[in-house]
Each structure stands twice: as structure tokens, then as C-alpha cells.
């Protein structure tokens, strides 16, 4: 008694197993696809004027949709990139703000100096959302601070503008999280700048990760250390 075994992609009966196509849902048009395709639509001129002019106004409506998300992913991963350099700045000038309020300066004094803090957090929190951040923090290097000071003076006259010609809801706001331990915590002055120097290292260090990955930060290990490099066995 002989017995047949079934082979791949038959039956049991011997012949062509009948493979029927999996049923996949429809892609969704893109934003980008439609507006190619309308696009070409238009530029060929066959529709009638009406339905022309309709499709033109179409065609401009998803164009501003377009760019308005363009604008929201671009403003979304620059605030996400200098998260941490709006933070340092904002946490700052909320302590100087209140070291001045306990100072014992005249009146006018205080006053003046309140005046440009709170410029200087108007500046961190209505910072335009299409840029890339540029920190409060001066700058070593007398060249380097000289263009830093230039690009914050333009800044501000921008937010200037914009707080003008919008209304201070739709201004866009940075909210960084908020910290219980700095709320009851008050280190001295040479404490606190120790910390944020802690801090700014780590984050550094972190952003480099992020970019070049783990290689930099082993290399810039190694190079600190007195332990032998290991070699990299194939």
C-alpha cells in the first residue's frame, strides 16, 4: 500500500491549490497626492469655466492646508529640539525674579530691573515657533556674542510684531514641566550655577547621543579614562 503525499501548493485530490488574494483596504490619498492630481487637472483646461474656477479654489485651499502642517511639524520638533535651553532660560529669570523681590534696593531700582525680566520671559515664552531657539545665556566668545545679541534684538522686535497684530490667546506658549524640587529648594548662588552646569553637561551629552549615537559617547569615555581600549573582535 502506497501512500501519496500532498506537495506544496496542491491539493488532496492532486491538482493546483487555489490560492485566493488577501483583500487589502484602499490607500488613503495623501494631502501632497491630491493636490498633484487636481493640479493636473486644472492645468489641463478641459473643465468648463465654472467647475474650473471652483477646482482652482479647491486646488488653493489645500495648498494653505498643506503648508499650515508643514509650519505645525516644523514648530513642533524645534520646540522639541531646544526644549531644555527655553527651560534653563525661563527657571532662571523666575529666580531672579525672586531674589529681587527680596532685595533691598530703592524702589525705582527695582523697578527697572523688573521691567527688563519680565522682557526677558516675554522673549522665552512668546518665542516664534518657526525658529530655532537662541538662549539668553551670553556667550564666551566676545564674536559669538556680539552675533547672539544681534539675533535676539531681532527676535524680540519679531515678537513685538506679533504680539501687536495677534491676540496674546493665539500667541503660541512654551510650558515646561514643572519641577517639586526646585519649588522647595533654595540653594546658594554658587550651588545653584554648579547644578545647572550639571545639568547642561547632561543634556549635552544626551543631544550627542541622539546624533551620533553611542560610538561618540564611548570614544569621548575611553579618551578620559585609563582603562585599555578592548578591540573589537569580528
Known amino acids: 500500500m502506497s501512500f501519496v503525499g500532498k506537495g506544496p501548493g496542491k491539493s488532496a485530490g492532486g491538482g493546483k491549490k487555489k490560492i485566493i488574494p488577501k483583500k487589502t483596504a484602499p490607500k488613503k490619498e495623501t494631502l501632497r497626492g491630491e493636490i498633484r492630481k487636481l493640479s493636473r487637472l486644472v492645468d489641463r483646461g478641459t473643465l468648463p469655466p465654472l467647475a ?65 525680566l519680565e522682557k526677558d520671559m516675554e522673549y522665552v515664552v512668546h518665542f516664534p515657533p518657526d525658529h530655532k531657539y ?62 545647572e552646569r550639571g545639568e547642561r553637561k547632561a543634556y549635552r551629552e544626551r543631544e550627542t547621543l541622539k546624533r551620533h549615537g553611542e560610538t561618540a559617547l564611548q570614544e569621548k569615555i575611553f579618551k578620559h579614562s585609563k582603562l585599555p581600549r578592548q578591540r573589537q573582535v569580528a
Open 134 to 195: 537662541i538662549s539668553l545665556r551670553p556667550s564666551a566668545d566676545p564674536a559669538a556674542e556680539k552675533d547672539r545679541q544681534a539675533k535676539v534684538a531681532e527676535i524680540r522686535e519679531i515678537i513685538q510684531r506679533n504680539m501687536e497684530t495677534k491676540d496674546e490667546d493665539d500667541t503660541p506658549q512654551f510650558v515646561p514641566e514643572q519641577d517639586d524640587f526646585f519649588s522647595s529648594y533654595n540653594p546658594g548662588e554658587e550651588e545653584e550655577e554648579e547644578r
Open 52 to 116: 474650473l474656477e471652483e477646482k482652482r479654489k479647491l486646488l488653493d485651499r489645500l495648498k494653505k492646508q498643506l503648508e499650515s502642517q508643514q509650519q505645525e511639524k516644523t514648530a513642533k520638533t524645534l520646540q522639541e529640539a531646544y526644549k531644555m535651553p527655553r527651560f534653563f532660560d525661563r527657571r532662571k529669570i523666575m529666580r531672579q525674579m525672586e531674589k529681587l523681590d527680596k532685595a533691598d534696593l530703592p524702589k525705582k531700582e527695582k523697578q527697572e530691573k523688573r521691567a527688563a
